[in-house]
């Protein structure tokens, strides 16, 4: 499934193995999967016994707990089903910038593409949704290998352009996955706060299940310039002459802040922060993330 797929490499693909997504919540389905379901039918797991009442199918009475106890119980089930969901992929312009020759965008591309194998292969419906202040892409989610072939295509090919419409995004992928599932998104939040938080909080009231991987570059994270320098803000084209080193405390003061908020703030609402940094490898980041999910 993964060959020829720019974004997906073999070292990705080998070290995913056979790590499982397993929803960590209850989400709802229909196909047999790898993920527990809340409703019962007639299934392969045996969840409990209820009393009968009139109506009841006869075929789901349990005839041995008949024997023991002189009355009639229906056998409930509990079924495997499959995970549905929806990745959000931030292409504001801000995630071209990239210091170490990969850009934010194309880290989360990786990411993406990552998840879309990994869902797919267990037979999980999944879809894409790329945004900018150009335009928004969508790909509705489905489980075929056919669509690993759509989504790829448009995560090779999307550019980063415009300011983020993210939380607007959120919104519509709160309202779209109808069913329980799970929204994953990648972006490296330099949008409205308030605005983003809002709309996460929206996710997680409709019961979705959310992943945030927050990406930022490694000069982001550590200013490491030394030389007077002019920054150009990629969004609205500000440009600004400072000197990188009396600035430096400062600014690590408040970069560390705005990962802190928002690791809180997702805390505070179940949401799954992953902040991640460019300068490593986005399999090993991927797969410490994927270990860490199975064992919490």
């Known amino acids: 499934m993964a060959a020829g797929y720019r974004l997906l490499t073999p070292e990705a693909v080998s070290a ?9 919540n209850v989400v709802e389905g229909f196909i047999t999967g790898l993920h527990t379901s809340p409703f019962h039918g007639f299934s392969v797991e045996f969840a409990e016994h209820r009393k009968y009442t009139p109506g009841d199918p006869l075929r789901d009475l349990d005839w041995t707990a008949y024997a023991r106890t002189d009355r009639f119980y229906i056998k409930r089930y509990r079924e495997e089903t499959n995970l ?12 071209s910038f990239g210091s170490g020759g990969t850009t934010k965008l194309e880290y989360a591309c990786c990411l993406a593409a990552c998840i879309a194998y990994l869902a797919i292969k267990q037979r999980d419906a999944v879809g894409l949704t790329v945004c900018s202040g150009d335009r928004t892409e969508d790909i509705q989610p489905a489980s075929s290998p056919a669509h690993m072939g759509r989504i790829m295509d448009l995560l090779e090919s999307v550019r980063a352009s415009g300011t983020p419409e993210l939380a607007k995004a959120f919104h519509d992928t709160a309202q779209h996955l109808r069913r329980r599932g799970l929204a994953v998104v990648f972006s490296d939040l330099l949008d409205s706060e308030q605005e983003l938080i809002g709309a996460l909080k929206h996710l ?54 705005f990962r802190n908020k928002f690791r809180r703030i997702c805390s505070d609402c179940g949401i799954d ?24």
């Open 16 to 24: 995913m193995g056979k790590l499982p997504l397993l929803a960590r």
């Open 84 to 95: 549905r969901s929806r990745m959000v992929v931030d292409a504001s312009a801000s995630m």
């Open 273 to 296: 922060y992953v902040p991640v940094c460019t300068d490593e490898p986005y399999e090993h980041q991927f797969i410490r993330y994927l270990i860490r999910r199975a064992r919490s």
């Open 204 to 257: 997680r009231h409709r019961k979705h299940e959310v992943i945030l991987f927050h990406i930022l570059d490694q000069a982001e994270e550590r200013l490491p310039y030394k030389n007077i320098s002019e920054f150009i803000d990629m969004e609205s084209g500000e440009r600004l002459m400072v000197d990188p080193r009396a600035l430096r405390a400062k600014y690590l003061e408040e970069i560390s802040g």
